[in-house]
T-cell receptor, first 116, second 110 residues
C-alpha cells in the first residue's frame, strides 16, 4: 500500500513563527502536492513538485514556500505564520502517466495547524 | 479556470440508494475522480472516469458525461459507515493538476 506520512498531526503555533510541515512518501512517486482544506472551500492546492528540486505554485501559494531536496520528502514552510493559515494541511503524492495508476493521488493523514 | 459544483449536504436512509451529482468546467479535461473523506481523516480514492459511461465497483458506481461536464457517484445499499464527505475532483488545466469541489457531506440515517 502507498504510504504518505505527515510528521505532525496537530500543531499550535504563534503568529510570526516559522512553521515546517514535513511529508514523506514510500512509493517512489515523482509528484508531490500540498493542499489546505477549509470548511466551505474544499481542498485548495498550495504548491506541487514533479521532481527533486522542482516546485510549481498552485492556486494559493502566498505565504508559503516548499522544499524538495529528496524524492521522497516534500516540506511546506510557513515563513511567518498568520491566523488565516489556521487550517488542515494535506500532503499527497502520485506517479506520472496516464490512466488510473498514473493519476490517482494518495493523501497523508493531514496536519491540523492552529495559529494563535 | 476550473469550476466544480456539487451539493453541500445530502441525507439518505440506511439500505437505500443515493446519487451525488457533480458538474464541472475545465480546460484540458483528463479524468474525474471521486474521493471519500470521513471526518478528521484523509480523503481516500473511490473511482476514476476518463471515458463516458458507468464504472461499477461493488456498491459504488460512477458515471461520466464529458459533453455535459457531468458526473455522479451512486451508492447502493447504504450503510451507516457511508456517512462521510464525497469529493469530486477533475484533472485538467495546463499543469494537469487535480482540482477539487467543496465536497458533499452525506449523512446516512437509520
Amino acid at each position: 500500500d502507498v504510504k504518505v506520512t505527515q510528521s505532525s498531526r496537530y500543531l499550535v503555533k504563534r503568529t510570526g513563527e516559522k512553521v515546517f510541515l514535513e511529508c514523506v512518501q514510500d512509493m517512489d512517486h515523482e509528484n508531490m502536492f500540498w493542499y489546505r482544506q477549509d470548511p466551505g472551500l474544499g481542498l485548495r492546492l498550495i504548491y506541487f513538485s514533479y521532481d527533486v528540486k522542482m516546485k510549481e505554485k498552485g492556486d494559493i501559494p502566498e505565504g508559503y514556500s516548499v522544499s524538495r531536496e529528496k524524492k521522497e520528502r516534500f516540506s511546506l514552510i510557513l515563513e511567518s505564520a498568520s491566523t488565516n493559515q489556521t487550517s488542515m494541511y494535506l500532503c499527497a503524492s502520485s506517479s506520472p502517466g496516464q490512466g488510473i495508476s498514473g493519476n490517482t493521488i494518495y493523501f497523508g493523514e493531514g496536519s491540523w495547524l492552529t495559529v494563535v | 479556470g476550473q469550476n466544480i459544483d456539487q451539493p453541500t449536504e445530502m441525507t439518505a436512509t440506511e439500505g437505500a440508494i443515493v446519487q451525488i451529482n457533480c458538474t464541472y468546467q475545465t480546460s484540458g479535461f483528463n479524468g474525474l475522480f471521486w474521493y471519500q473523506q470521513h471526518a478528521g481523516e484523509a480523503p481516500t480514492f473511490l473511482s476514476y472516469n476518463v471515458l463516458d459511461g458507468l464504472e461499477e465497483k461493488g456498491r459504488f458506481s460512477s458515471f461520466l458525461s464529458r459533453s455535459k461536464g457531468y458526473s455522479y457517484l451512486l451508492l447502493k445499499e447504504l450503510q451507516m459507515k457511508d456517512s462521510a464527505s464525497y469529493l469530486c475532483a477533475v484533472r485538467g488545466g495546463g499543469a494537469n493538476n487535480l482540482f477539487f469541489g467543496t465536497g458533499t457531506r452525506l449523512t446516512v440515517i437509520p
